[in-house]
């Protein structure tokens, strides 16, 4: 397996190379557009067998993704920003029609006024559309819940789109070593995509998505649900699979980093989870009982795994890098859901950084987690926005 | 759910049921006026006339909308009302 | 029996659907499906269709159809098309069957980028003149002064004509047809079917409920648009444009049967004013005259 | 070796991601761990570009930018006159920039400084793209030079993986002619 130097958007491109994604659709856009590029680059030059279509819009890449996985192709694309919510409508489609394809998003703040840097607005807006939605740290991890996507969407119990997200530029143009696992191993653990009950298919003509009334209408929405359930056990499962062919565990729901005896946890999703993991590391050697618990599966949301990562601490902090405006992070809601369905007793503060790209210092976590540990931050319902400028 | 559910519909003949209940006036072919030209098969737009050695009204299906009375060149086909 | 020899006998599309009576598309869907044969996957954006088709666990067709959303049905295609031709199999009809506001209003953009990528399908726009499905309002494919539920004292501008739009594609094929010429539309769809790229066919369907017209009188005033003119038959081959069926002999003006012919019959048109006739009778001459310049000298002298 | 962090200064289209990704790729080779961050803004070729690199044989988990780096590189020399290139250098960090001589502007007494004649080293290898001379690589040949953070060896494998035929033999060249005329003041 070799190690190679790739970006987190070049580290997408390669895993659904890995992958052998038959069909890719899609329309640039700042930050995302290397990653078809490279995949435009592998197809023309023959590295990958698959067929790249230069759709006029993001609607029409995921259409052009739904029209290939119905009729049994193994379908990728990406988008950031703007370009997800134009497709917004197909990813409804997508998911309710129950066809297994993977997105790269990266993740990018909206307009106006115009920002190309991260937050994670545009994935979370997509929120109840049925797609699992997975955030990935770093490159390497880019490249293997990409691949472990296929597996996991494409899964007859599960049957739902799939997008892992990561962070404009601190991932998506930032430079890592990267472990490339060998096409046969990602073969093994990702046959080839096979044929459904809802394949089209002219030797078994049926129509796909036709009316149904309301005495019929509520079960499929209760089937997305139920799969979602579901998915939890696969997400998990794969990435054991995945684990015993590379030798790397790098997937599942949650990552529990040094939580277990904590007093203190904080929670949060993507790039800045690292920064998170030193200070973690640092405040450990001063003697703060810190933990941080990373979710990396967004939907379906991971309550139990997170219930017992955060069952003993009494302080919880949410770093999200979005606000749903009239109310708070869309992460921290999923925790106060969790908590109080979970009736634990907790106080959880949630936190604002991040947004459009604002600069966040190791400094500045540090600050915060010292602070809520010495009991001296406002009341949690104050939402707190890291270093905005003074209003 | 043992199963993912999906939306899948199967060809079924009568897709509403007898679609023949929405007529109020049916058509009645004239067989010593008909010529076997077939044109009121041919423009019929719920394929409820079969093409037998003559022209056969399906009335299950048939939702009486008169096109066939209305193209056959020799009249032969009247509408009638329903009882 | 020459007439069912030359369509087949074979229904694809099954009575008992719930189409009203009297119905356009239903007549065009069951020729189209006549032609192209069972080897077709048919991809329905949100129109008329979308309730032909019949209700969920049933499906009125008896080939393979995906219901798309609306603007989203000419990218589908192309992704069905691409990824079969990736799996060998080039034999599949790639078909989009589509309404008139899918096609020429918001479906427009995924149209001009399937066309300029030459995607392999045949894209069919079945127009009937107004969004039908939510109950008659005015698309852009709605003619000059026809009455809707949007435009109550009748559209203002003229009818969006999009085969010439289409073409401007440089796409291998693009005709227009009308239900009440079956032959001329099924000889349109074999072509279509074996050429490889994009291929456009509108065809005009004609709705009694949207037009105000009896439910028996849906062929002859689809037939009256042709014969008055109104509505012209021709298929535009590697840029090169012919006319096709009865408008052949309808390039001099004098042959056609007077357009009053055509609008006294449609409630839709009741009430129009003698200037508004005028108007409409210019944007047909305008149509021909456009046509004809298009269409090569010695093809017209030919004719 | 611990952590090392290097901040690059240049102009969109010298190379300078170029440059920060190489420095991962020759640290791959020796087992070590890097990370190479480009700091994207929205501006075109011509305008001022930063990068940044971290090294240490442990891997690496922070992605914050570098505020205290050891080493600042300067791609072009003028960068210095409009914006404090040296900002946050550690004492006793180095500047390593493309110049011939130690520039005017320099007003730290506790930092070390090297040059390199980039330019006339790409020039003469043709190194130009555009009309911008692409001094990424002599610049990295000096950086390892006064840094020793992965050898030569390794960089030279790095290139030979990345360009081939006679961009690479130039880069090859302009590398190692750079390593061999860096100047520490």
């Known amino acids: ?391 | 759910m043992k199963e993912v559910l999906m939306p899948i519909a199967y060809p079924t003949k009568g897709s509403v049921g007898n679609t023949g209940l929405w007529r109020t006036l049916k058509p009645v072919i004239n067989y010593e006026k008909c010529t076997k030209c077939f044109i009121c098969w041919m423009y019929c737009p719920e394929a409820a006339i079969l093409a037998e050695d003559k022209p056969v009204i399906l009335y299950d299906f048939c939702k009486g909308c008169g096109i066939c009375a209305n193209e056959c060149p020799v009249k032969a086909i009247n509408m009638i009302k329903e009882v | 029996m020459g007439i069912v020899n030359i369509l087949g006998k074979k229904e694809i599309l099954m009575p008992g659907n719930p189409s009203c009576p009297g119905c356009g598309l239903a007549l065009g869907l069951r020729y189209a499906l006549k032609a192209l044969g069972e080897n077709t996957i048919l991809i329905v954006p949100a129109c008329c269709t979308s309730i032909v088709l019949g209700p969920y666990p049933k499906s009125s067709v008896g080939v393979p159809v995906f219901n798309i959303a609306f603007a989203a049905a000419a990218s589908t295609a192309a992704g069905m098309s691409e990824a079969l031709d990736l799996m060998g199999r080039d034999d599949i009809n790639v078909v989009v069957w589509a309404g008139d506001g899918g096609t020429v209003d918001i479906g427009i953009q995924a149209l001009s980028g399937a066309a300029e990528r030459n995607n392999n399908i045949i894209y069919i726009c079945y127009d009937n003149e107004a969004y039908m499905n939510t109950g008659i309002q005015r698309s852009g494919s709605t003619p000059r002064h026809a009455w809707t539920t949007t435009t109550v004292l009748g559209k203002k501008e003229p009818k969006k004509f999009l085969p010439l739009i289409v073409a401007s594609h440089n796409v291998p094929y693009v005709a227009t047809a009308s239900i009440a010429y079956p032959q001329d539309f099924i000889q349109k769809l074999k072509k279509a079917s074996s050429i490889k790229g994009f291929k456009y066919i509108h065809l005009h369907t004609p709705c009694p409920p949207g037009w105000r017209f009896p439910s028996d009188k849906t062929v002859e005033v689809a037939r009256l648009a042709v014969l008055t003119g109104v509505w012209i038959l021709f298929e535009i081959e590697n840029g090169r444009l012919r006319l096709t069926g009865p408008s052949r002999n309808l390039v001099d003006k004098r042959k056609r049967l007077p357009i009053e012919k055509y609008i006294s019959i449609q409630g839709r048109f009741k009430h129009i004013s003698k200037e508004e006739l005028e108007k409409i009778k210019e944007d047909v001459d305008k149509l021909w005259h456009t046509l004809i310049q298009y269409s090569s000298k010695e093809n017209i002298e030919k004719q | 070796m611990g952590l090392v962090e290097i901040r690059w200064h240049g102009r969109g289209g010298q190379g300078v991601v170029t440059s920060a990704e190489m420095l991962v790729s020759a640290a791959i080779y020796e087992g070590k761990y890097a990370i190479a961050i480009p700091f994207f803004g929205a501006e075109r070729r011509g305008a001022p570009v930063v990068a940044y690199n971290r090294i240490s044989d442990t891997p690496i988990r922070t992605r914050c930018p570098i505020l205290n780096p050891d080493y600042v590189v300067l791609l072009d020399e003028r960068l210095g006159r409009m914006i404090d290139v040296v900002r946050g250098l550690k004492s006793d960090g180095v500047l390593v920039v493309n110049s011939k001589s130690v520039p005017e502007w320099v007003d730290r007494k506790d930092i070390r400084i090297a040059t390199v004649d980039a330019t006339s080293i790409s020039m003469s290898l043709g190194l130009e793209l555009a009309g911008i001379v692409i001094v990424n690589m002599p610049m990295l040949g000096a950086l390892i030079k006064v840094s020793n953070i992965v050898s030569l060896n390794s960089l030279t494998k790095a290139i030979k993986a990345k360009w081939k035929g006679e961009r690479m033999k130039q880069n090859l060249e302009a590398v190692t002619r750079a390593y061999n005329e860096t100047v520490i003041w």
């Open chain 1, 1 to 391: 397996m070799p190690v190679m130097p790739l970006s987190g958007n070049h580290a997408a491109a390669y895993a659904a190379k890995l992958s052998r994604v038959e069909v890719v659709a899609a329309y640039p856009i700042t930050p995302q557009t290397q990653i078809v590029e490279k995949l435009a680059e592998f197809i023309e030059k023959g590295e990958l067998k698959a067929k790249f279509i230069r759709v006029e819009s993001e609607h029409s890449a995921m259409a052009a993704c739904i029209g290939a996985a119905a009729v049994g192709a193994r379908a990728f694309t990406a988008t950031s920003s703007q370009g997800l919510l134009y497709m917004s409508e197909m990813l409804w489609w997508a998911a309710g029609a129950r066809l297994p394809i993977v997105m790269g998003i990266v993740t990018r703040a909206l307009a106006p006024p115009w920002s190309i840097w991260s937050d994670h607005i545009d994935v979370l807006s997509q929120r109840d559309t049925g797609w699992i939605i997975a955030f990935a740290e770093n490159a390497q991890e880019v490249l293997d819940l990409i691949i472990q996507g296929f597996k996991i969407s494409e899964n007859d119990r599960v049957l739902l789109p799939l997008i892992v997200a990561w962070d404009a530029f601190d991932v998506s143009h930032t430079i890592e070593p990267v472990d490339v696992p060998n096409q046969n191993v990602v073969d093994e653990f990702l046959p080839k995509r096979r044929k459904y009950r809802h394949t089209l298919d002219v030797e078994n003509p049926f129509s796909y998505g036709n009316l149904a009334y309301p005495k019929d209408y509520m079960e499929f929405r209760y089937s997305i649900y139920d799969s979602m359930l579901r998915a939890k056990d696969v997400i998990e499962q794969c990435a054991a699979e995945y684990d015993r062919l590379t030798g790397r565990y790098s997937g599942g729901l949650i990552e529990n980093y040094l939580c277990d005896d904590a007093d203190i946890v904080a929670i949060a999703m993507g790039s800045i989870s690292g920064d998170l993991k030193v200070v973690v590391d640092k405040l450990r050697k001063q003697g703060v009982k810190v933990g941080f618990c990373r979710i990396r599966y967004f939907r379906p949301f991971p309550s139990e795994a997170l219930a017992k990562c955060i069952e003993d601490a009494k302080t919880i902090l949410v770093f999200d890098r979005d606000i749903s405006f009239g109310s708070e992070g869309a992460l921290c809601l999923e925790v106060r859901a969790t908590v109080n369905r979970e009736g634990l007793d907790k106080r959880v503060y949630g936190i604002i950084y991040g947004i459009g790209g604002r600069e966040v210092r190791q400094k500045d976590l540090e600050n915060i987690i010292v602070k809520a540990y010495k009991e001296e931050l406002n009341h949690p319902r104050k939402l707190l926005w890291l270093n905005l400028k003074h209003v």
